[in-house]
């Protein structure tokens, strides 16, 4: 299996490595191979394990690891393999020069071997820089530093610019995101390159209907039922009875939702509004929370003074009740009063 070509490259990860790892010592060549995963099995082995297994320190281990690599880089096989370095420089620059770790070698092959194989080459290659894994971003990979400065910026600004519970379709995502990249070369000014910058972030994420926004945001990490339902009767754009909500999400997402789970998750959630029997709409759309009484008395807040007609009209909107409902909660001398020109108003 030596000699097995990585799916998108043009050269021997594998035997390029092994040529690399015989101009070393064999405790050197031991330790690279336990710690990257080139030997027969792809486990990675740490520090620790590793150390045990010679009687050394955890510390001393990691110095023979970065003595092993300097002395790599001076070596014949090194410059031997320049252009194997040359074609992962052209694989990330394809790429759009800055990509997560995972995206990279997952590109390159499949095959956990060989992508150890691929990562010892990255960190040994001269070429190539890394950015550390921290909160706010993914582990990645670039070559030019000037432009991966320019991506994290970009994140970091179109991150700032959106709101706790704000979705955005994902072509306004991409054109937002252009405006804050600055100066880019227009090979890069794609929306393939532009979706593979932004899941360098872990601030920015996507829910399943491909809808952007913050990734803590219960609109975006879909969690469980309610969730889901969330995003089934966003996208159906109007009230939607909890019946049809669960068949829903089981046709959207593929997911299982029980009628009585998901019944009970609606009600629980305050980004939902009762609008008439097991008819549920989002708060978002401007529904107003509780009973009728209290989007007659609501729209006289708003609107004042007005007829039996114009109320129903106005209630109508938000609730799916019969008129005769409206019209009963309006003899409610406790809250509402009907003057001489025949407009009800709020008792005070």
Same mark, same amino acid.
């Given at each position: 299996m030596t000699g097995k070509v990585a799916d998108k490259t043009g050269f021997k990860p594998k035997a390029i490595v092994k040529r690399l790892l015989t101009s070393l010592p064999e405790?050197?060549?031991?330790?690279?191979?336990?710690?990257?995963?080139?030997?027969?099995?792809? #486990?990675?082995?740490?520090?620790?394990?590793?150390?045990? %297994?010679?009687?050394?320190?955890?510390? $001393?281990?990691?110095? !023979?690891?970065?003595?092993?690599?300097?002395?790599?880089?001076?070596?014949?096989?090194?410059?031997?393999?320049?252009a194997a370095f040359g074609e992962l420089e052209r694989i990330i620059d394809s790429l759009g020069g800055v990509i997560c770790e995972d995206d990279l070698l997952n590109f390159i092959t499949k095959d956990e071997s060989m992508q150890n194989n691929i990562y010892f080459l990255l960190v040994l290659g001269d070429p190539f820089k890394f950015r550390k894994e921290d909160d706010e971003t993914q582990r990645c990979w670039y070559v030019d530093p000037e432009l991966s400065n320019k991506v994290?910026?970009?994140?970091?600004?179109?991150?700032?610019?959106?709101?706790?519970?704000?979705?955005?379709?994902?072509?306004?995502?991409?054109?937002?995101?252009? #405006?804050?990249?600055?100066?880019?070369?227009?090979?890069? %000014?794609?929306?393939?390159?532009?979706? $593979?910058?932004?899941? !360098?972030?872990k601030n920015i994420g996507k829910n399943p209907l491909g809808e952007w926004g913050h990734a803590a945001s219960p609109n975006v990490k879909t969690k469980g039922v309610r969730d889901y339902a969330y995003l089934a009767v966003k996208k159906h754009g109007s009230p939607l009875h909890f019946r049809e909500v669960a068949i829903m999400i089981e046709k959207m997402f593929n997911r299982a939702a029980h009628v009585a789970t998901t019944h009970n998750e609606l009600i629980k959630d305050d980004r939902f509004v009762l609008v008439g029997r097991g008819m549920y709409a989002l708060k978002e759309w401007g529904y107003t929370q509780g009973v009728v009484r209290d989007v007659i008395r609501e729209s006289l807040r708003k609107s004042g003074p007005m007829t039996k007609d114009e109320i129903i009209e106005k209630v109508l909107?938000?609730?799916?009740?019969k008129p005769g409902t409206i019209a009963v909660n309006l003899q409610n001398q406790k809250y509402f009063k009907r003057g001489k020109d025949g407009k009800f108003s709020l008792v005070k």
């Open positions: 405790r050197s060549r031991s330790v690279l191979e336990a710690r990257f995963g080139l030997g027969a099995t792809p #486990k990675r082995v740490t520090l620790e394990a590793i150390g045990q %297994r010679y009687g050394i320190t955890r510390e $001393r281990v990691r110095q !023979i690891e970065n003595h092993a690599l300097n002395s790599l880089k001076k070596s014949d096989a090194y410059t031997e393999s320049q994290e910026g970009a994140l970091k600004a179109l991150y700032e610019g959106l709101s706790d519970e704000e979705l955005i379709p994902e072509g306004e995502m991409i054109d937002r995101f252009l #405006k804050e990249l600055q100066d880019i070369n227009d090979r890069h %000014r794609n929306s393939e390159v532009l979706k $593979r910058w932004l899941s !360098i972030s909107k938000e609730r799916h009740v």
